[in-house]
């Protein structure tokens, strides 16, 4: 059985720092491609960065460009996002998912782990 | 502002047939395919809808996906009360960024 799950989100004042972790089973973790996808209180998906099988591509969303950075340990089988320079607006529940092919069709998604940037 | 648009809500009544469009733009839906995905309250979202039209294994075939140009539709068959749930579309762009709908609050009357 596919499972994700997420930890490493909690209470962080702005400009702090977090790293999420998001630990993988069931599945060849080092065959596909994985994302992080975020939701604020309330609001939409959106996503976040993703990262291929071997960590020699990533992509980010403009809002979080040098300041996370996503990873991918694939003899633990974990995906990390380290995130620095925390703002209110980061605040949210933040999701792994597995990319089934490679063209962000998100197949296997973990519980999330929850966020809050405030002080 | 997401980068695709869906309309914020939908509605019908059990047993009706539902739409719900996505509109994108030559850069994400018109150059790349389309997913949806299903969210239950309170839960992680669910991929219902991949490669414009196809289903996961267990994904009833009362949903059905399609698209056409730089739009999607997401339709919903023989509505049920269990259907009732956020929608989001979701496509790649070319700017090499995943994007997202804004999502669709479906209520089932």
């Known amino acids: 059985e596919v499972q994700l799950v997420e930890s490493g989100g909690g209470l962080v004042q702005p400009g702090g720092s977090l790293r999420l972790s998001c630990e993988a089973s069931g599945f060849t973790f080092s065959s596909y491609w994985m994302s992080w996808v975020r939701q604020a209180p309330g609001k939409g998906l959106e996503w976040v960065a993703n990262i291929k099988q071997e960590g020699s591509e990533k992509y980010y969303v403009d809002s979080v460009k040098g300041r996370f950075t996503i990873s991918r340990d694939n003899a633990k089988n974990s995906l990390y996002l380290q995130m620095n320079s925390l703002r209110a607006e980061d605040t949210a529940v933040y999701f792994c998912?597995?990319?089934?092919?490679?063209?962000?069709?998100?197949?296997?998604w973990g519980q999330g782990t929850l966020v809050t940037v405030s002080s | 502002q997401s980068v695709l648009t869906q309309p914020p809500s939908a509605s019908g009544t059990p047993g009706q047939r539902v739409t719900i469009s996505c509109s994108g733009s030559s850069s994400n839906i018109g150059s790349n395919t389309v997913n949806w995905y299903q969210q239950l309250s309170g839960t992680a979202p669910k991929l219902l809808i991949y490669s414009n039209n196809q289903r996961p294994s267990g994904v009833p075939d009362r949903f059905s996906g399609s698209k056409s140009g730089t739009s999607a539709s997401l339709a919903i068959s023989g509505l049920q009360s269990e259907d009732e749930a956020d929608y989001y579309c979701a496509a790649w762009d070319d700017s090499l960024n995943g994007v997202f709908g804004g999502g669709t609050k479906l209520t089932v009357l």
């Open positions: 998912a597995r990319d089934v092919s490679g063209s962000y069709s998100l197949d296997y």
